[in-house]
């Protein structure tokens, strides 16, 4: 099972980034997948999560309404639209499939002006 992050990068506060996670080595489409963010001197946290079956989708408090996580079975990809990005969404962003416990790499987002 592996997962990459990809789309990391310089943000301002307000801008948009869009992250991909690319999966491979089980069946996707079956499988919850989830984000996860680790920002200097805290724990990491649950950002959002997709389910394989139906597509339902839950987000961390700090996140809602600014995130959307979605998926593309076709492709094995999971994305994460991020918008209206604050300063202290600057973290490093796991992919993760619960299922197996596998991490990716992570990707670091740097919001700043």
């Known amino acids: 099972v592996q997962v990459v992050e990809s789309g990391g990068g310089l943000a301002q506060p307000g801008g948009s980034l869009r992250l991909s996670c690319a999966a491979s080595?089980?069946?996707?489409?079956?499988?919850?997948v989830s984000w996860y963010r680790e920002a200097p001197g805290k724990e990491r946290e649950l950002v959002a999560a997709?389910?394989?079956?139906?597509?339902?989708?839950n987000y961390g408090d700090s996140v809602k309404g600014r995130f959307t996580i979605s998926r593309d079975n076709r492709k094995n990809v999971v994305y994460l639209e991020m918008n209206y990005l604050k300063p202290e969404d600057t973290a490093v962003y796991y992919c993760n499939v619960p299922r197996f416990g596998s991490w990716g790499p992570g990707t670091q987002i740097t919001v700043s002006s």
């Open positions: 080595g089980f069946t996707f489409s079956s499988r919850t």
């Open positions: 997709i389910l394989g079956t139906g597509g339902s989708t």
